[in-house]
């Protein structure tokens, strides 16, 4: 027997499933066998006595067969159980682990979101002291307008900077998060191998041990001595592969390192996260108060394009009606209400012909005036109150991303460390390197106990059944 490695085992096992989302788990000859049809109720039924399972569906004739079989044959079944066992302990950390990579991976990406609500919150910062420097000509929000410009750009400054740095990080550790990822998919696909295993072989083992202790006891006495030899070689073969598959799965349940590396290995940087969420929503907050910010200076900059406007009574009249009186609307945009009185009253002047002029003179120019500045200065008070020219922009501590960049450190090398060599079913052994375990021979072993199939139900299963002995 070659030398038998644990660690070289250990390291392997872990990619017990073939690569791709497809793979046929091992162990397949027997689990993905379908049953045979239930044979349709036109002949009569066999005797009780006749079928290995005997009498009645709570205790078959095959598993009082086992218990009372030859000391290799309880032993395989009881060492069989115990592999069962050991090895559901071991898929259930398997998926612990997964599942702890996975929800690790996933915390890696509050980095990710913390960079883009800065690069969101960069560009409102931009936005916002666009919105502010046209609102500077507004003269109810001039001096509001600058203060929030001055504030903007030293909260801008500070926000690339972040932004910058926190690229850098991410740069780091968006490769650590897809290597967690990749490591997560990997142990996917070996719990669902050792799954397919432990239900598909395992678990059946004790059917075809049965079925051999029925067979032997329906033979003759002349044949049994052989045949019992044969069948207790055969189990004592396959009890020491599953006894030692059993202790080196009991090896990687209790001192699973480096194959199964602690949870700390995986997640370095819990507490340092912890800060890192609490700064998120403290950038999350920022970027908030920045769109509603730039929501309302937006707001405030449609009076820019707003007109206001007035009417005035002239003379028109008809033949018919020579005292009818019209009204002639005026509209005039914000921007040359604000320029003052004269720019407003050259700007009617400019829109009206000549007559209408004369008779808006006659009427009073000033008036109306006055009525466009008092229009225009009510609609922007009301939006300049809407806006929140005073909302704090200051942008949070960064300490805890030096604290978090130092925890990391290793981390990506230490995850590249990890090599799952290529297991296939197909190999000798699986591939596993350093490992003289015939694994496959637990479930070929299934066709010399039991060479008429699995089913106890199935009359006349042993005929014909010698074990190679004539």
């Known amino acids: 027997m070659r030398s038998f490695s644990v660690a070289a085992f250990a390291a392997a096992f872990i990619i017990f499933a073939q690569a791709g989302a497809g793979a046929k788990p091992p162990f397949s000859q027997v689990h993905n066998k379908p049953a045979p049809a239930a044979a349709e109720d036109t002949a009569a039924a ?52 997964k599942d ?22 960069e560009a409102g910062l931009k936005a916002i002291d666009t919105a502010a420097e046209a609102a500077e000509a507004i003269p109810q929000a001039r001096e509001k307008a600058k203060k929030v410009r001055a504030s903007v750009a030293v909260t801008l ?18 490769p650590v998060r897809e290597k967690m990822e990749n490591a997560a998919e990997k ?21 075809p041990l049965g079925i051999a202790a029925g067979c032997l006891n329906k033979m003759t006495p002349e044949k049994r001595p052989c045949a019992q030899n044969s069948v207790d070689s055969k189990a004592g073969t396959v009890d020491s592969i599953v006894t030692e598959y059993d202790r080196v799965v009991k090896i990687l349940i209790y001192t699973p390192e480096p194959w199964l590396p602690s949870m700390k290995f995986f997640d370095p940087f819990s507490a340092e996260l912890a800060e890192l969420e609490k700064l998120r929503e403290e950038v999350d907050a920022l970027l908030g108060r920045v769109e509603k910010l730039e929501g309302e200076l937006h707001g405030l900059l449609k009076v820019l394009n707003m007109k206001f406007g ?19 609307h005026v509209k005039i945009g914000f921007r040359k209400i604000v320029q003052g009185a004269n720019a407003i009253e050259k700007e009617i002047e400019h829109i009206l012909s000549g007559f209408l002029w004369k008779v808006l003179k006659r009427v009073g120019v000033g008036k109306y005036v006055d009525d466009l500045k008092d229009q225009a200065e009510r609609e922007a008070n009301r939006l300049v109150r809407a806006v929140h020219f005073d909302i704090d922009l200051g942008l949070p501590d960064f300490g ?30 699986f591939g596993l390197p350093g490992v003289s375990l015939p694994l496959p ?27 190679g002995c004539n």
């Open 310 to 328: 007035f009417s005035f009574p002239y003379p028109n009249p008809t033949w018919t009606n020579p005292a009818r009186i019209s009204h002639y």
């Open 46 to 97: 066999p005797a009780d006595d006749a079928l290995l399972g005997g009498k009645g569906p709570v205790t078959p004739q095959y598993l009082l067969d086992l218990q009372t079989a030859s000391e290799p044959l309880r032993k395989l079944d009881a060492d069989s159980r115990t592999l069962y066992k050991d090895q559901a302990a071991l898929i259930a950390r398997v998926e612990t682990v």
């Open 441 to 467: 021979d637990i479930e070929l072993s299934f066709g010399f106990f039991s060479p008429k199939g699995l089913l106890p139900s199935v009359p006349n299963l042993c005929d014909g059944v010698s074990y």
């Open 400 to 429: 805890p991303l030096d604290a978090f960049d130092a925890s990391i450190t290793g981390l990506p090398a230490a995850l590249d460390a990890l090599k799952f060599p290529v297991v296939d079913t197909s190999l000798p052994d």
């Open 187 to 207: 142990l996917g696909k070996v719990r669902l191998a050792l799954w397919g295993v432990n239900e598909g072989v395992v678990n059946k083992m004790p059917f």
């Open 157 to 174: 400054k500070d926000v690339t900077a972040a932004r910058k740095r926190l690229d850098a990080v991410v740069l780091k550790t968006k």
């Open 100 to 121: 702890f990579l996975d929800t690790s991976a996933s915390r890696l990406g509050l980095l990710e979101t913390i960079d883009a609500d800065l690069k969101a919150t």
